[in-house]
């Protein structure tokens, strides 16, 4: 019996420190409205398509190096309240902690006129452990306050993240056809290639 509590003490203390789940900034949108919004069977059936779409362009630009983003993107900028998350992301963003050294620093990088990206570091080498895209507002952005508001809200995240995915996808020469699951489902090996 007591080696049963060393070893499952010794698991717990290695699976706590294997992974991170921090929370980001979520600036005017109902966060309780949100992921209300998101159990509704309407809203539900497309979540997860519109999440793997984010989720790839995301993780072109986290697996970039550190330095690459930086050039390309730089300088750093406050993350303001003119920039928001796209109604499908989560309002965290989770990762490996093993081997982690960045101090859960994190930074914000514009994108154009059109989006930016909280980059979170992976502390000494030139990685970066996570990354999560923002929208940045506009004459026509409406804030995710009331149900009503949804339609609207979905149109304009879906017409400014297909400007977003464009800058992104110029600034840093991958063709647009390497995120497009539809037409590239081994997007991970082309977005790592392109960068070598």
């Not at 070893?7 to 949100?34: E, G, N, R």
């Not at 793997?52 to 303001?80: A, C, D, W």
């Not at 149109?155 to 996808?169: G, M, N, P, S, T």
Request: glycine share 4%; with cysteine; net charge negative.
């Amino acid at each position: 019996m007591k080696t049963q509590i060393y070893i499952f003490t010794v698991l717990a203390c290695v699976s706590a420190q294997a992974s991170l789940l921090l929370p980001i900034p979520s600036p005017q949108d109902d966060t309780a409205l949100k992921y209300a919004l998101w159990q509704e069977p309407a809203v539900a059936s497309t979540l997860e398509t519109e999440r793997r779409e984010l989720y790839e362009l995301e993780e072109v630009l986290r697996t970039l190096k550190e330095s690459q983003l930086k050039k390309v993107f730089g300088p750093e900028k406050p993350l303001e309240d003119s920039y928001v998350l796209p109604f499908c992301r989560h309002t965290a963003v989770g990762f490996s902690g093993l081997g982690y050294k960045g101090e859960l620093k994190m930074y914000f990088l514009p994108i154009g006129n059109v989006g930016g990206v909280l980059v979170f570091p992976y502390g000494d080498r030139d990685f970066v452990s996570a990354v999560a895209l923002y929208l940045k507002t506009d004459e026509t952005f409406q804030p995710l306050r009331k149900q009503d508001s949804l339609e609207a809200r979905q149109e304009w995240d879906h017409r400014r993240l297909a400007e977003l995915k464009a800058v992104i996808l110029k600034s840093i020469e991958i063709p647009n056809k390497a995120v497009d699951s539809t037409a590239n489902p081994t997007f991970h090996s082309l977005a790592v290639a392109a960068q070598l």
